[in-house]
């Protein structure tokens, strides 16, 4: 894999990253969301992650192995609403249920770490190759 396709991998993966980040962060701000009505509750969002590998024929070498992540789609999950029976509150429907986004803080705590933790792998990586190169421009001075 050349320098290139590895920058390419690791900027896609900061990007991808960066879009985790983003929706556990709209989660976090509407974690404690109320509605009385189940379809306008909050519904917590997941990016959905894909490798595309990029394999081209023999011709174009630069571009072989190069595996970027893309984010497929980011997909609301309502399994995670529950429905509470609460009558005395104001915003309780005509049966007295209240419905919570669901979203439980520690988990998207944790998954933000995660995030941030692959962020900074991938920055790391950029740093490697960027070293790289500048020892081998050495070389070739030399």
């Not at 993966?13 to 960066?18: D, E, G, L, P, V």
């Not at 990586?125 to 421009?137: E, I």
Request: no cysteine; net charge negative.
């Amino acid at each position: 894999m050349s320098f290139l396709g590895i920058y390419e991998t690791a900027g896609s993966a900061m990007s991808a990253q960066t879009v985790r980040l983003n929706t556990i962060s709209s989660n976090l701000a509407n974690a404690d969301s109320v509605s009385g009505d189940p379809s306008k509750v909050y519904k917590p969002l997941k990016p959905i992650f894909s490798a595309v590998y990029n394999h081209f024929n023999a011709q174009e070498t630069q571009h072989q192995g190069v595996v970027p992540i893309r984010i497929a789609d980011v997909v609301e999950v309502s399994s995670m609403m529950e429905g509470r029976y609460e009558p005395n509150n104001p915003l309780s429907n005509d049966e007295g249920y209240v419905y919570y986004s669901g979203i439980n803080v520690v988990n998207e705590m944790a998954d933000m770490i995660s995030a941030t933790r692959s962020f900074e792998a991938s920055v790391e990586v950029l740093g490697n190759v960027k070293s790289m190169q500048q020892s081998l421009m050495g070389l070739w001075r030399s």
